[in-house]
């Protein structure tokens, strides 16, 4: 045999067991665990890719033999579908890790479901990944498909499941409630990068883009003819597009309740500095700007009005901040080096209307949902004030977009009176006992979507209103 | 947020698998004599090169690569102006005329040229360098 064939057929082994290894892994994590959503369709796609792996390096062997001079370009594939399943083996443990006893699974369900009334996002599914990191993230998955599109030319059995996204929580807030919210925004990344690559590309998505075209060739002139330099500009131009569409998209499906998250998540990380938050980057927009824009959605869907006597400091925070001057926002490069400012200019003036011009298409109208939440309000405080799951005796559990609003509102204003009437004026200032009955509060919550979501199913199923 | 770790190396990743795909292609073509992947993979190839001459963000889901800033920046690495120039008018050649025994050799040719390229993106995969400070420059001072 010679020396180069037995390179590669060194190479083909390690990749055998390796893909050996994550199909056999893949199995056992569906035998053993109840996952929501589609992480097993994933872990099924997993699987037959690692048996087709393993059937093609059989034939790079065979014509190794066949056409030598090859060898070279040969150990180069092997590399490359190496390289694809290193990514692929960076998601399959976190989705393993994240099964049903892990995550806020009801939380997960109903974000499902709200997806699939999104403008082409029918039958889409996601998949929950746990990280390391105290961040939530949506991992990208154009990359991944585009791969995978390629692969399945060598692999033809091994089809990448068509809408899945992939999301991912920190570990650590995996039982938490209110924090999780922040898996709207991440769903609404998923859904950028869906209607990004659609064919035809939805009408308010294409003038987003020719938007994107426009203000960039408006901030460079004669520079946008330099490919590099258009590149970089748009990806920072794409990267702000994302947070705001992301940030508006949730405001969308759950209304208040995920501004009042996300002041609680930027808070956690250290992120609400005064200077912080008029600071752009490449890759996030400003915080401030950020704020301006859910104050102004959530003034024009009326949400505002309904939620106008929570007195509740996250909520003056977010008024503060949204007052803030345009002109205070800087470009920054990094932490010192000043950006340009043209380009946040063009980006306020020409792209932000057709973000918003996008969310209100592509999302579901909420005119009555802000008109179940000043109607059911009272009723879930009252439950949650006597420490019950959230119920009406009557028409059986409230809809959950209500009781999430009205369960962060109350988490906001009446919680410190809750463990004074429960715990007695000691626990007042009891740190642990405020945390415990934030925890309670989160579980209730849960449990009045679960029986939602259980109620919406049985009325589906029998056809009848119960 | 999006994860920034794999996901900006996977851009090298999809354009080494692009470039492994016309490849494979050509070696098929050449070795084997089998064309039925060879138009649409080279199709694909030269409708991304043309595409890189006129960088836009409208018609970025009809090309199959050269349309970010990391296959741009592969592709400089690579390949010169006037490499592109001469990949173009191979591949359009052989495209032409699959039959023509002198198609082979440029077949040849090419799968040199691509298979350049497959290992530059894979080895960008492996050591990903941060947006070179000279664009970050021109950025700048253009805007």
């Not at chain 1, 990380?269 to 824009?293: D, I, M, V, W, Y």
């Not at chain 1, 008109?371 to 009723?379: P, Q, T």
């Not at chain 1, 009781?403 to 740190?431: H, M, R, W």
């Not at chain 1, 989160?442 to 449990?447: D, G, I, L, R, Y």
Request: proline share 5%.
């Amino acid at each position: 045999m010679s020396a180069g064939l037995a390179d590669l057929l060194h190479d083909a082994a390690v990749l055998h067991r390796f893909v050996d290894f994550i199909e056999e892994y893949c199995k056992e994590q569906e035998r053993s665990q109840t996952y929501a959503d589609a992480s097993g369709l994933f872990f099924q796609y997993v699987e037959k890719l690692a048996a087709g792996v393993k059937q093609e390096l059989g034939k790079e062997i065979e014509r190794a033999t066949r056409f030598p001079k090859r060898l070279p370009l040969l150990r180069s594939n092997i590399w490359t579908l190496k390289n694809y399943l290193r990514l692929l083996h960076a998601l399959i443990k976190p989705a393993a890790d994240a099964h049903t006893l892990t995550i806020p699974a009801p939380l997960v369900d109903l974000a499902s479901q709200q997806l699939q009334r999104v403008e082409r996002m029918k039958n889409s599914s996601i998949v929950i990944l746990l990280t390391s990191e105290l961040m939530y993230f949506q991992r990208p998955h154009t990359d991944i498909k585009d791969q995978a599109r390629i692969v399945e030319s060598f692999i033809p059995k091994a089809s990448f499941p068509p809408k899945l996204g992939f999301i991912e929580l920190p570990y650590s807030q995996g039982p938490s409630f209110f924090t999780n919210l922040a898996i709207y925004h991440e769903i609404g990344h998923f859904v950028y990068e869906e209607l990004s690559n659609s064919d035809p590309l939805h009408p308010d998505m294409a003038a987003l883009k020719s938007a994107v075209v426009r203000s960039v060739r408006k901030a460079l002139g004669n520079g946008a003819k330099d490919p590099e330099a258009f590149a970089i500009a748009v990806r920072i131009i794409e990267n702000w597009i994302q947070e705001i569409f992301c940030d508006l998209f949730a405001i969308r499906l759950v209304g208040p309740a995920f501004s009042f998250a996300f002041v609680e998540i930027l808070g956690m990380l250290g992120f609400l500095s005064q200077n912080a938050t008029l600071k752009f980057n490449p890759t996030h927009p400003a915080a401030a700007c950020r704020f301006a824009e859910h104050v102004n959605l959530l003034r024009d869907d009326l949400w505002w009005n309904a939620i106008a006597n929570v007195d509740a400091d996250q909520k003056k925070l977010l008024e503060r901040l949204a007052k803030l001057p345009r002109s205070s926002y800087k470009f920054y490069l990094d932490e010192k080096t000043l950006g340009p400012q043209r380009l946040v200019q063009v980006f306020l003036d020409v792209v932000v209307p057709a973000i918003r011009k996008l969310v209100r298409q592509v999302t579901p109208e909420n005119a009555t949902a802000v008109k179940r939440f000043e109607n059911a309000r009272s009723s879930i405080e009252d439950c949650l004030r006597v420490g019950v799951v959230p119920h009406t005796p009557t028409a059986g559990a409230p809809d959950p977009v209500s009781v999430i609003n009205s369960a962060f509102c109350f988490y906001l204003t009446s919680l410190p009176k809750v463990v004074k009437q429960f715990e007695g004026v000691k626990a007042e200032n009891d740190v642990a006992v405020h945390s415990l009955w934030t925890r309670r509060l989160e579980m209730w919550t849960m449990k009045a979507i679960e029986d939602a979501q259980m109620q919406d199913r049985f009325r589906r199923i029998k056809g009848a209103v119960l | 947020m999006t994860s920034m770790d794999l996901q900006d190396r996977a851009q090298y990743l999809s354009l080494a698998l692009f470039s492994q795909k016309v490849v494979s292609a050509l070696m098929e073509y050449v070795d084997e004599n089998k064309s039925a992947r060879l138009k649409p993979s080279l199709g694909e190839a030269l409708e991304s090169l043309l595409h890189a001459k006129h960088p836009s963000v409208s018609s970025r889901q009809r090309v199959a690569a050269f349309n970010s800033y990391e296959h741009l920046r592969t592709l400089e690495e690579v390949w010169s102006a006037r490499d592109r120039g001469k990949a173009i008018r191979m591949i359009r050649a052989v495209i032409r005329a699959p039959k023509s025994p002198k198609t082979k050799a440029v077949a040849d040719e090419l799968i040199h040229l691509f298979s350049e390229l497959q290992n530059q993106a894979l080895w960008n995969f492996e050591q990903p360098k941060p947006v070179s400070q000279r664009v970050m420059q021109r950025l700048c001072r253009l805007a």
